[in-house]
């Protein structure tokens, strides 16, 4: 779903502001390697690093090239992409190093440029936030290309609450217009994110049934095996609920709850996502379960170290890396089924998943025996949508069986490439599709679910349950989804197609 296309005899101009750090190196850089590899933008597309880091393009080279995993028979082919690659030094705050980097893009764009072409230019902020105030101030002043587009793509975190996301959306409307920014959410590039709509609104078998006559409960699960492993300064400034929860999680809640918009286009599945976080109330600490993980003695490894002992972490830390929440959505489709939101750190496995679980079967005829069904959606790893069902049990027995219909993507397209959400979403940047985006009213409606519950854990040092690193979790919070009606029957479990 794009609003625009590309013109092959145009120059696009990828500047990535933080070439030098993490994110570019681990994800940015194989993602503008991968758009190359595959030939989905122009060859005229180049791609400029600017940071602070004191680096020739050979230095930024070596850093990158062992995350781009090249084969043998792409040399040539990579030998190409690094000739489109070039690195600008310079400070984030002073207006003449932004200067500079305005006159090496137009030199850079003059050398490579046709006759009569328009130049555009995407800026990436792979930045802290501490410093997008003054970067894109003078991006604004300085660098804007004045014949072509501008766009700007901003990394999460948007904010830490209401006031603060509020602060940086008012600063950046007073510089873009609203379809020049891009709040990058990769989650909303996953396949099967991406699938949610196609899968509700292009099946006639779903419309039906997709309300509270026949919705139980819908639980999404985000679950890592490991912990913060060193980076604990950081996470320990956001937790797990400003993470996770309040975008990732609420993203794919938007779209399982929204109603089918107008048409496909990036205005009207915003305008129908936004319906959904108006229809919603903020959330409540009585209806939520924080959790914090400590060491397993029984376990190997980083096992054995709980959140404390990463030294990164301050001293008597109370951030929950794990939050279990139960919101309803106030609409005629939804009134009183229970959404719960789960996320978490240090877990049993590494998973994120949609599970839309079905009231029981009025009128039972089989003693009791009857599951209920549950739409289940992977969204990683092995991406995947099941069933839960019942069957007869084979034989001569006339005993119902649980059972599934599976539709596991490794399975059914063996021989198809699953692109890296990145590379789909920057790829969106470049035709100017906002569909999979977050738009400020959309960012300052979420902010609003979550601002008061955050605030209340950070004033009243609200102390989180102690769980071990390897389980699922405190037991609380699956109390949580019992209390509200959602049944967990453990009776099947799926595994990957051709696993014995």
Request: charged share 25%; with cysteine.
């Amino acid at each position: 779903m794009t609003d625009s296309t590309l013109n092959e005899k145009d120059t696009y101009l990828c500047i990535v502001l933080g070439a030098s750090g993490d994110l570019a190196k681990k994800k940015i850089y194989p993602t503008l390697w991968h758009l190359v590899r595959h030939n989905l933008t122009p060859k005229s597309t180049l791609f400029v690093g600017y940071a602070r880091s004191d680096l020739t393009l050979a230095n930024l080279r070596e850093k990158v090239e062992p995350y781009l995993k090249a084969t043998e028979s792409e040399k040539e082919l990579l030998e190409e992409f690094f000739g489109r690659c070039f690195y600008v030094k310079g400070s984030y705050t002073d207006a003449h190093a932004f200067s500079n980097l305005d006159a090496e893009l137009r030199s850079i764009a003059a050398k490579h440029r046709a006759p009569d072409a328009r130049v555009h230019r995407l800026f990436y902020l792979a930045l802290p936030p501490s410093v997008f105030a003054p970067v894109t101030s003078h991006i604004r002043a300085t660098c804007f290309s004045d014949q072509g587009w501008n766009r700007v793509i901003v990394e999460k975190p948007f904010g830490k609450d209401s006031a603060s996301s509020a602060e940086l959306s008012t600063h950046l409307a007073g510089l873009f217009k609203e379809d020049e920014i891009y709040r990058i959410d990769h989650y909303l590039g996953k396949e099967m994110v991406q699938n949610l709509l196609v899968l509700r609104f292009a099946n006639a078998i779903f419309g039906p049934v997709w309300n509270r006559n026949y919705v139980s409960a819908v639980i999404i699960s985000f679950k890592e095996p490991f912990g913060t492993q060193g980076r604990g300064g950081y996470f320990d400034e956001f937790g797990i609920i400003r993470d996770v929860m309040q975008n990732h999680l609420l993203q794919i809640l938007c779209l399982i709850a929204m109603e089918k918009p107008c048409t496909a286009r990036s205005e009207d599945l915003r305008d129908e996502k936004v319906k959904v976080l108006k229809s919603m109330d903020p959330l409540k600490l009585e209806n939520t379960v924080l959790g914090q993980y400590v060491g397993n003695p029984n376990g190997e490894g980083d096992a054995k170290q709980g959140y404390l002992d990463d030294p990164t972490v301050p001293k008597g830390s109370n951030t929950p890396t794990f939050a279990a929440a139960l919101t309803y959505i106030k609409t005629e489709r939804w009134d009183g089924v229970p959404f719960i939101l789960r996320c978490g750190k240090a877990l049993n496995e590494r998973k994120a998943e949609i599970r839309i679980q079905f009231r029981d079967v009025p009128g039972d005829i089989f003693g009791g025996l009857a599951q209920r069904n549950e739409l289940v959606i992977r969204v990683q790893p092995n991406e995947a949508v099941y069933m839960k069902m019942m069957l007869k049990k084979p034989g001569m027995s006339f005993a119902p069986e649980e059972s599934e219909l599976d539709l596991t993507y490794r399975a059914r397209y063996k021989d198809t490439r699953l692109p890296d959400a990145y590379e789909r979403l920057l790829l969106d940047v470049f035709y100017g599709s906002q569909s999979h985006f977050v738009r400020t009213d959309e960012l300052a409606e979420a902010w609003r679910i979550f601002t008061p519950l955050l605030h209340q854990i950070e004033k009243d040092k609200v102390e989180p349950i102690k769980y071990l690193y390897g389980s699922r979790g405190p037991k609380e919070s699956d109390e949580l989804c019992s209390r509200v009606g959602y049944l967990y029957s453990g009776t099947y479990k799926w595994e990957q197609p051709g696993k014995l």
